[in-house]
């Protein structure tokens, strides 16, 4: 049986191009960048190759780009290391109530230590308002992270105006990029942010490695100590595969970028509108043209996630749910919850992710099982709930 | 799979023992057509906010006391419809369960038939055991017992 994976949110595969670019940092350039010879000069070149690749995307300074071993690594350097580098100053952060977990546990890690975290809501479509961001900046705000486009429902934040608010009122602006990467221009200038988050592994490049990008002149203490690697801002030997494969792997991304926007958008329109057709008691997830191009997040009345990713599985469909059951905090979805969804709609949630190995027979399929599995499902469902008892929450679109 | 697989990855919510996987994919007994059913006994526990409902009918034959039939229907994860899946085979396996005996089923006795279940998805046993009681409850009620 095909195995169809639409959880390109969750990870991608490794570009053949990227991995041919990254297999000789393991054998024959092998070198520790740190190193005076030869061989480590080959390495310190790589990198610094790698940084200029990645900082030509982002429109800045190659000094302003900081290798970390993964997103959640460089969002936490930003939260953690921007607050306890200018606590001097105010001890406040804001950032969203559907932000990735390494930027809200990396908050609720500073609130345990006396710093204050605003979480700002959303609308029912996902959207952060900027004029919330203005009306709660104090004196003592430091920092300001909203994610760039969302994990879960895919949905994209105003980032530029954001940030234009942050800039004028002196408090930094962190935003986390990690799936807007492959989908978006990174100028960061253009952007107005201060710090910026990547990593490798949803642009088709490996996993454990990770880019921060850090405006001259920002403070950030470090959180890992030991050698000066990376300006004395990140201690450790550089992941040197990594870090050239995700530079590769930015490269390409980039590079196929609006081609490959218009022809996931066509899928995911497709896909989305003939899902909302076929199944009763349906809805979207999330706003339906502010979204990332490869994403769809439906929730079905009356079935629970977990028996609809098994059922989808069985059948060579690999998608996720933000129901409770596949947590193991048995929570469901922090976003979904944000919107405004009650918990049944949030277990009943189904996130399919699109990819660069996508096809539209593979749309088709999906067409075709997903309805069969949800009726499947509701034939052995005790509840039988009324869209009317739902008001606002199945407008058609 | 055996039961120590699934005691030494309880982090991992996908490892299912085969008798889960079994039950999940083709349940025992559902209840297709509830409005012409009549049923001796009826419970029903859980709730969608917390993920779980399990509703659980049962014909009982006057004479023996015994259940002669056990249909259900679940909101839930794979745990949660397997566990009254092999619930419902439990107690009419072999010419059927006294009521006497069926009301003292606990959670365990449906993870141990399941070949046990990921830690976190305990609870989800735990509300097969209450829906039979809560129709052995209903039954009990009816017949004034």
Redo the contacts between chains.
């Keep these: 049986m095909k195995t169809i994976y639409l959880d390109y949110a969750a990870t991608t595969s490794v570009d053949e191009l990227v991995l041919e670019k990254m297999l000789p940092f393991f054998t024959e350039k092998y070198g520790n960048p740190s190193s005076l010879h030869s061989v480590g000069r080959e390495a310190k070149l790589a990198i610094s190759q790698a940084r200029e690749t990645i900082a030509k995307h982002f429109n800045c300074l190659p000094r302003e780009i900081i290798f970390t071993g993964s997103g959640t690594e460089s969002d936490n350097l930003a939260i953690i290391g921007v607050a306890m580098a200018n606590r001097h100053k105010g001890k406040h952060i804001i950032t969203t109530k559907i932000e990735h977990h390494a930027v809200l546990y990396a908050c609720s890690y500073l609130e345990q230590n006396g710093f204050e975290i605003t979480y700002l809501p959303v609308n029912k479509d996902g959207i952060v308002d900027p004029k919330d961001v203005r009306a709660a900046i104090s004196e003592q705000t430091v920092l300001v992270s909203v994610i760039f486009a969302n994990n879960e429902i895919g949905t994209i934040q105003p980032i530029k105006e954001i940030a234009a608010i942050c800039n004028s009122s002196k408090v930094l602006m962190h935003t986390d990029a990690c799936q807007a990467a492959g989908a978006f221009i990174l100028d960061v200038r253009d952007l107005g942010v201060d710090l910026l988050t990547i990593n490798g592994s949803k642009i088709y490049g490996p996993k454990g490695v990770g880019a921060l990008f850090v405006r001259e002149g920002v403070k950030v203490s470090p959180m890992l100590y030991g050698g000066t690697q990376e300006f004395s801002r990140r201690a450790g030997t550089e992941n040197i595969p990594g870090i050239v494969g995700m530079a590769e792997a930015l490269h390409l991304v980039q590079s196929e970028r609006e081609d490959e926007n218009a022809r996931l958008i066509k899928m995911r329109d497709r896909l989305i509108k003939e899902l909302l057709t076929l199944i009763p008691k349906s809805r979207l997830n999330g706003h339906p043209t502010q979204r990332l191009p490869n994403n769809i997040n439906m929730s079905f009345l009356?079935?629970?996630?977990?028996?609809i990713i098994?059922?989808l599985d069985?059948k060579g469909v690999c998608v996720s749910t933000g129901?409770?059951?596949?947590?193991?905090d048995?929570e469901?979805s922090h976003v979904l919850l944000a919107l405004g969804l009650?918990?049944?709609l949030a277990?009943g949630s189904v996130r399919l992710t699109l990819g660069k190995y996508t096809t539209e027979s593979d749309i088709e399929y999906v067409i075709k099982i997903l309805p069969e599995v949800i009726s499947r499902l509701r034939?052995?469902?005790?509840?039988c709930?009324k869209v009317e008892d739902y008001a606002g929450l199945f407008e058609r679109l | 799979m055996n039961k120590e697989d699934v005691k030494t990855k309880n982090n991992e919510a996908w490892v299912y023992s085969d008798v889960v996987k079994e039950h999940f994919f083709n349940p025992r007994n559902v209840l297709k057509t509830e409005e012409e059913y009549e049923a001796d006994g009826v419970g029903v526990v859980g709730s969608p906010s917390c993920g779980d409902v399990m509703k659980v009918w049962i014909k009982v034959d006057p004479h023996t006391k015994k259940i002669i039939e056990c249909k259900w229907k679940t909101f839930g994860c794979a745990s949660a419809v397997a566990s009254t899946s092999i619930l419902s085979v439990m107690v009419t396996e072999n010419g059927g369960m006294l009521l006497d005996d069926a009301y003292k089923l606990r959670s365990k006795d449906i993870l141990d038939r399941l070949g046990g279940l990921p830690e976190n998805k305990i609870h989800c046993s735990v509300l097969g055991d209450r829906a039979l009681r809560a129709a052995i409850d209903d039954y009990r009620n009816r017949h004034a017992i």
Excluded at chain 1, 302 to 307: K, L, P, T
Excluded at chain 1, 323 to 328: E, G, N, R, V
């Design positions: 009356d079935v629970e996630g977990e028996s098994l059922h069985a129901s409770a059951c596949t947590s193991t048995l469901a009650p918990d049944e277990h034939e052995m469902s005790p509840l709930s």
